[in-house]
């Protein structure tokens, strides 16, 4: 692992950003802004948006000429922790105060509050997914002061809640809360991911799990995406290593055998698209501000596998070749339509040199950035035909800068970009 840092509050409250529901999509060749400004958390679904500001989630659907937007409101700030979309184009929205104190759905036609055990216990990262009826199926983890923790996995249908307990005992004990996503395989079975400090386990609704991933020395933080394809189970999550380090992304899949590890060093969770090739991850990268003599987090890039953007990856979608990035820039949350994928990525040296692999022509902007501080554009210059490119810095300063190139394609709007960090750090 390199020396990029993120810090664990901007883990859980920025960037653990799930759940994955994929059913219609829209032809479109340019970026559309959803919200002009930053928002508290966002999601990506079926071709629509959802995203959170204060007590409120605002839902927006793309229509012909416009995005409309419907707007829920909850009990205080919250957490948005699930969005599905249905086949007919309605969604459900899941919602968590961001001291776990209530859980809420938004079914698209009522708000379902779930029940917690008493006033102590808290509502952990909690997960939405749609059964094969297209209902909702909420699945969370009640955390006690005691440590112990009781999954749940939650079914309202009209005017009731069906609530079925997966563990008992206040099995497993764990130092902070744990998190919980569900999984409706192609058979209509329904499995629940669990994560908790030090593991992460699959169960089935009998109370029996199996083991996914397990670190002495990592802490499962934030949320988890996960889904299937057929029998097989995907999941997701950022583990973060505070004695090692950086945080990681973690991939683990169950399919009769158990394979997991890390998938993204360095970097926070975004999302997991699941296609016929594989898993797709998204995460974000920051240079720690450590590294130009502040504190906190410095500049990020977002991630689409091994392809960097510019902006934070706020959600990501797979459809056959079909792409959609949710990008939250310094100025507004947008949305991307890639009908053939991200098929750009830049590298970028020291020297200011790199190329831009899938492009033969267009040009690329050159930035310096500091923590706190809007980056200045300092160059522009032609992309060869054979994808290079040299970049230049007349003005540069002696303080401690990250440069950023970014390459913004024609066809999609997507701007790609790499970041080199400030010279003489650990990058």
Known sequence: MSSWRLSIVFAVRRLALPL?????????????TIYPGQVDGARLAGGQVAYALGANVV????????????????????ELDGYAVRRDGSSAVLARDLDGRWLALWDGHRLVRFHRDSKHARFGPAGLALDRAGSPVVAYALWYPSHRTFLRLARPRGDTVRV???????????????????????????????????????????????????????????????????????????????????????????????????????AVLA??????????????????????????????????????????VAGYAAVGDHRQLLLQTDDALEWFDAPHGLNVRMT?????????????????????E???????????EPVAPDGSFVLHDPTASPLAEAYRAVYVDAATGIPYAALQPPAGSDG
């Open 164 to 266: 079925q307990a997966v563990t008992r005992g206040g099995f497993p004990s764990t130092l902070g809360y744990a998190a919980a996503a569900p999984v409706v395989l192609d058979t209509g079975a329904v499995r629940v991911v669990e994560t908790y400090l030090p593991a992460a386990i699959d169960w089935g609704l009998n109370g029996w799990g199996r083991f996914l991933f397990s670190s002495a020395l990592g802490v499962p933080v934030g949320g988890i995406v996960a889904g299937a394809v057929g029998s097989t189970l995907y999941a997701a999550w950022t583990e973060a290593f505070p004695t090692l380090g950086p945080p990681a992304v973690v991939l683990a899949t169950h399919a009769g055998v158990v394979q997991s590890g890390v998938a993204i060093e360095d």
């Open 20 to 32: 994955l529901v994929l059913l219609c999509w829209i032809e479109s060749a340019s970026a559309d």
């Open 271 to 312: 999302d997991l698209a699941l296609t016929s090739h594989g898993p797709e991850l998204a995460a974000n990268r920051c240079i720690p501000a450590a590294a130009f003599g502040a504190t906190g987090n410095g500049p990020c890039v977002g991630l689409v596998k091994d392809v960097g953007v510019d902006g934070i």
């Open 348 to 368: 970028l040296k020291a020297d200011l040199t790199g190329r831009v692999d899938g492009a033969t022509g267009g040009t690329v902007a050159l930035y310096r």
């Open 370 to 380: 500091r923590p706190g501080v809007t980056r200045v554009l300092v160059d522009t």
């Open 59 to 78: 839902v927006a659907t793309r229509g012909p000429s416009e995005w409309r937007e419907t707007t829920i409101g909850f009990p205080s700030p919250l």
